[in-house]
């Protein structure tokens, strides 16, 4: 406390004026409101004391350097030590103000936003619920196929090796999507069942499965495809896109004469075969 107080009094050298009471504090808070730009979002609130306790430091610096550059200029006389030493403190004061600035914005910005892709992604989750059953067998799917379902299943899959079933219960969606979880049941080995409704895209899922299964009261519907836009997208070849699923059901053993029939029915409406026609037809598997 006594050097702390020759110092306040002027009663040390300039050099250590400057360097030991100056320059290493201003180092040791420099250091911290480095730190706490790691924060994930400071509180203002927080930070004011601080800033105020940070001001009232500068200010006794300042009034200690004052008072040394009297006593060196009444005992050397040169004012390039005492020029120099001002010049620091003008630096150090800026440099000061910047960090603060910085931290004191960072404390006033809002959390960030979600991003877009994450709010595309949480929106696309929304249309559809996929959970694993309490048997751990079956990977219950009620909703929209949109995109990120293979992905969302593919995890699930590998988290929960026990799952031999995938239930379903959709209006359809997005045919690539529906394309891509194909695979991966396909791969897995794993059987499908509906539980209400299975039309369009989901159709295409169901029949990956072996073995295929209605419940009670369970369809499944088939129309021509559509895209969302109308069939205006020169990139988008509607027929070749029903011809390779054709393929792919008649890989699955789905006779003939149900295959020239998948497409019979406009996009704006559904056909759902009788559960008859579906066993005789190898759409589903004979009870």
């Known amino acids: 406390m006594s050097r702390i107080r020759a110092f306040l009094e002027g009663k040390l050298p300039l050099a250590q004026s400057m360097f030991v009471f100056i320059v290493a504090p201003r180092g040791v808070i420099w250091l911290g409101l480095w ?14 004391p601080f800033l105020a306790a940070d001001l009232v430091v500068f200010l006794l610096q300042l009034t200690g350097f004052n008072r040394a550059t009297e006593t060196h200029l009444r005992s050397h006389g040169s004012m390039s030590a005492v020029w120099g ?13 910047t960090l603060w600035w910085g931290v004191i914005l960072a404390a006033l910005t809002p959390p960030e936003l979600e991003s877009y892709a994450d709010q595309e992604e949480r929106l696309r989750r929304e249309t559809y619920s996929l959970t694993v059953a309490e048997n751990g067998r079956d990977l219950v799917f009620a909703g929209e ?9 593919r995890a699930l899959l590998d988290e929960t090796p026990s799952i031999e079933t995938l239930v379903l219960t959709s209006p359809g969606g997005h045919i690539y999507e529906a394309r891509g979880v194909a695979r991966l049941i396909l791969k897995a080995g794993l059987g499908t069942r509906v ?18 299964a209605l419940s009670p009261d369970a369809r499944l519907g088939f129309h021509q495809y559509a895209v969302l836009f109308g069939n205006t997208l020169p990139s988008v070849d509607i027929a070749r896109e029903q011809a390779k699923d054709v393929e792919f059901f008649r890989n699955q053993g789905v006779s003939p004469v149900f295959l020239g029939r998948m497409f019979e029915q406009s996009s704006d409406g559904l056909w759902y075969p009788p559960n008859d026609l579906l066993i005789s037809a190898g759409v589903i598997s004979a009870p």
């Open 35 to 48: 730190l706490v730009g790691f924060w994930p979002y400071p509180l203002i609130w927080a930070l004011l």
């Open 85 to 97: 030493g001002y010049l620091a403190l003008l630096f150090i004061a800026g440099f000061s103000f």
């Open 145 to 153: 196929i949109t995109f990120g379902l293979t992905k969302r299943i």
């Open 195 to 212: 539980v209400s409704d299975c039309s369009s895209a989901c159709t295409l899922i169901f029949i990956a499965g072996t073995p295929r």
